[in-house]
């Protein structure tokens, strides 16, 4: 509409923003992503942005041990590849001391204390020379200085899958997540159609009520249904803390909005559709069940998008109603608590963090459409 | 699992099979078929009703009496000590800390949502490829607060000075010549850091929202205004804005209420260390701290229920201005 006006200048300058911005948003989620498929230590050591280029290590090597030695020449000698088999990295300086780890130039020869020598060539051949014999039980020291490739690899998905126990935390999550979004669907949608089609009194005021729950914040359930399952669970001897237990509060906190929408939705179906089944003898559960719940297939999506999305990210709720057990902890929950323990350990945290994401990830990319629906249903009267 | 979703379907099934077979119609003499037939009326609604009110009274009308009830109560939940835990609550310095700092998050982030929102909005409308931006820029929608605290937690990431930087930030800062800092311990700024991430998270809800607004706008008003001879930026704040109000008023409380009950952000960045507690967080602190203390985690939640009261009453107001 206004673009006829714009002239080239200014639609070039809409897409150069259009552009920053969202590399801006991306970039963060983007950032995380690459950290997690590196080698865990360039990770640690230089940022994901310099993950394309090579990378300068100054790396420490001990050599073959005194028992290894030879006798050359009246010579001692020490043999042997820094690298082991494979010979790829190019060594740039090496030294002896701790303290002057780039003293030397690969290729060269470095005298040592009491004539020993010390040779490095760039592909990590080492060869150490002594008049006398070598002692101790264990090798010199080699410190040198490489230029690593940039190495991509899975490994750090592997240990957080198999030894954090992220694997058996998606499974937890997946238990939680599934019961959660159905259930309050089935309430959901039944109630909405009683709001919206059915006669009976008392039906505003339910509606009323049920768009002042919607903004009614958790805070202010938790402590006294905390004490709620704790008398429960302690009169039937069972843990307060359980699968049934949290479905049941996501259901409830998810029903002021999954009515809200329904009802909405199913209010502006059309009416003739209903009256005419009505009087060919349907009653309201078959009307419900044949006509109402395929018709609001778009609505019962996008609901079960949400729920699907606010369950699945929920950290409060399983933190109050479920227990920290192998079998119990969410993916959320177990984040937090890497979070706490691995603090610094970035490898660790960042696959964790992209399993945590990968599924609502798909299910927002997949179902996006439903997803913007529900939301525009929600909030723009 | 399947259980659990079985039991549900069986009981609305079982339910109204019941009631249909109790009060028959089929082979009875018209007045009691006509009775049975206004009983099943009077009876269904409930039936489809039932469960989901159920719920919604275990879970959320019957705490928020509960919760009140609670927050009159000291620690151990048996001696009344009327409202001796709000005005300790508001003689206490963390309290009023994180009072402060939660109406931050609510002057700041609902704004900058809604403005960066609106504004991504309009010219994402521009571009052909507006519709892949929106949906990336969307994005971070779909990720968990913690998921996201983790990823701005690594932008935030500080190795000491004269170290090479892996965070993001410190390594642009460092770029531009500054020195690097340990963003999330600076007093005052860290706050603005964390409320980044909500910003981050929320504007896509914005920009989506509003997008479908605009295009909503009557294009004769549009073209009106371009035939008049007035500027993009004049027709964008002086003929479209006033268009969409309503709708940014929706955006602006929605984001308003999430704030609110802002809490995993804060848990997971800093845990209210360096002067940035939040009330919901504060909350949950009071919950657990010391054996627990539900009287004052009460008295806290309730603080946050007065403060989105207004925003339910705007709610109902409309809602029932609008309904039918």
New interface residues.
Partial sequence: ???S??SWG??TL??L???V??IM?????A??FI?SIRDKDQ???????TSLSDSQQNLMHRTEGPDSQTLVDGKYILKGNIFGAEKANDISVFGWKSRSPEAFKAGTTADMNKGQTMAVEANGDYLLTSPTEWTGSRGKRVFYKVTVPPRFTLDNYKEVLSSEGIGQSFINSL?VT??ST??PI???A??A???AW???PGR?V???????????????????????YNSIGSFFGVSPKG??GI???H???G??LA?YLLRNYI?GLPKEIIESARVDGA???TV?VKIILPLSFPALASFAIFQF?WV?????IA??FLGNGEDEIVL?GR??EM?GSRGGN?EI??AS?FI??IV??C???SL?RYL?RG??AG??? | ?VL??AG??FY?VGS?YVL?RVYGIHGKSPEVAAKNLRR???I???L??G???L??T???????F??LY?SLFDKTGDTFIGINNYTWLFANDEFLQSFMNNMMWLLIVPAASTFLGLV?AA??D??WW?NI?K?????????????A???????Y?YRGDGV?????LN?IVEFFGGTPEAWLTMPGWNNIFLMLILI?VQ???AM??LS??LRGIP?ET??AA?IDGAS?IR?FFQIMIPQIW??IA??WT?IT?LV??V??IV??MTNGQWDTQVL?NL??DW?FRGGGD?GR??A???I??VL?IP??IW??R???K???
Wanted: charged share 5%; aromatic share 14%; hydrophobic share 65%.
């Fill in positions: 509409m206004i673009m006006k714009t200014a639609q809409v897409h923003s259009v552009l911005l969202v948003w991306t970039i963060p989620t950032g995380l950290s990770l640690a050591l230089s940022g994901w942005w238990t599934i019961p159905v259930i089935l309430m959901a039944f109630a159609y009683a709001l059915m006669e009976f505003f339910l509606v009323a009520i049920v768009v002042g729950l919607l903004v009614v914040p958790i805070q202010m359930s938790l402590i006294p249904l905390l004490q709620l699968y049934l479905w049941l509060a259901t409830g906190f029903l002021p009515i209010a009653n309201h559960f419900f999305l699945w990210n929920d950290l409060l933190m109050v959320t984040l937090r979070l970035w945290l960042t963090a945590t994401i609502p990830l299910v927002f990319f996006q913007v939301l525009l909030s723009v009267k | 699992m659990g979703i549900c379907i609305f109204n249909d099943i009326a009077l269904r609604p409930w489809f009703l469960p989901a009110f719920a919604l275990v879970y959320l009308i019957y705490p928020v509960a919760s609670i991504i010219l994402t521009r571009v507006g931006a949906s990336l820029i969307f994005m971070p929608m779909a990720i968990s607060f913690i998921g605290s983790i990823i701005w937690k690594f932008i990431d090479e930087q892996i965070g993001l390594a981050w504007t896509g809800f989506v929202i479908a607004a294009e549009v073209e371009v993009g027709i309503t709708t929706v955006v929605t209420i609110l009950k809490f995993d848990l997971a919901a909350m949950f919950m539900f985690g009460a806290v939640a309730v946050i229920m989105v925003i339910m709610n109902i409309q809602e029932s609008g309904g039918r």
